[in-house]
């Protein structure tokens, strides 16, 4: 069966410094990942999404990237962190287009 | 633009006090609805995906119905562990993989 790894659970990081945050998922190959941001009461915010190695389509202009350097690996990352980047940071993948998207258990990101 | 709009967007229930939840939405070409369940400080959990109207899905206390405009998620005799924010989604055909959600109904039981 498939499985969807987040990492950290929680994190707390001062203004200014860098982020990485890492998903990633087991039991399936090529499959479409995402990362959201959610605030209380704002739902889901879709940040980035990636059909493939290396193809990373942004949904935000903001202070962080995305990458995928391998198959069924998504990196979250920003340089320089803002106070405004706290939030609830979830990863998901697909598979197939009629396919629902199944969530990782999410970072809860404090910058301090 | 595809919207979905969620109601309502609290609702606090009677252990055994069945009720349904709504899920209102604007797509060009429905492909599939989805419902999930998210607790507190974890990730959205799938329930349901629906693809026509008329189609139903039923799990435990819950059942999904879908028309051409709104889904319903009901609960019946809901009990307090069925707590939680439950999301929907919409994705639409000929499109992307990026599902439209709503921003979710908080589901209170008390015992």
């Known amino acids: 069966s498939q499985t969807i790894h987040q990492w950290p659970a929680t994190l707390v990081q001062p203004v200014g410094s860098p982020l990485s945050l890492e998903c990633t998922v087991e039991g399936t190959s090529n499959p479409n990942l995402y990362w959201y941001r959610q605030a209380a009461g704002r739902g889901l915010q879709l940040l980035f999404y990636?059909?493939?190695?290396?193809?990373i389509s942004s949904e935000v202009p903001q202070n962080l990237s995305a990458s995928r350097p391998q198959d069924r690996q998504f990196i979250l990352s920003s340089k320089k962190l803002l106070l405004s980047d706290s939030g609830f940071y979830l990863c998901a993948w697909t598979g197939t287009v009629n396919s629902p998207l199944h969530f990782g258990n999410g970072t809860r990101l404090t910058v301090t | 633009e595809d919207q979905v709009t969620q109601s309502p967007e609290a609702l606090r229930l009677q252990e055994g006090e069945s009720s349904s939840l709504n899920c209102s939405y604007t797509v060009s070409g429905l492909r599939g609805l989805f419902w999930y369940r998210q607790d507190p400080g974890k990730g959205p959990e799938f329930l349901f995906t629906?693809?026509?109207a008329g189609e139903e899905k039923e799990k435990e206390r819950l059942k999904a119905t879908l028309t051409k405009k709104e889904s319903f998620l009901h609960i019946t005799a809901p009990k307090p562990e069925d707590s939680a924010t439950y999301l929907c989604a919409v994705t639409r055909s000929g499109g992307s993989y990026i599902p439209t959600f709503g921003r979710g109904t908080s589901l209170i039981v008390h015992p």
């Open positions: 629906l693809y026509s």
């Open positions: 990636s059909v493939g190695i290396g193809q």
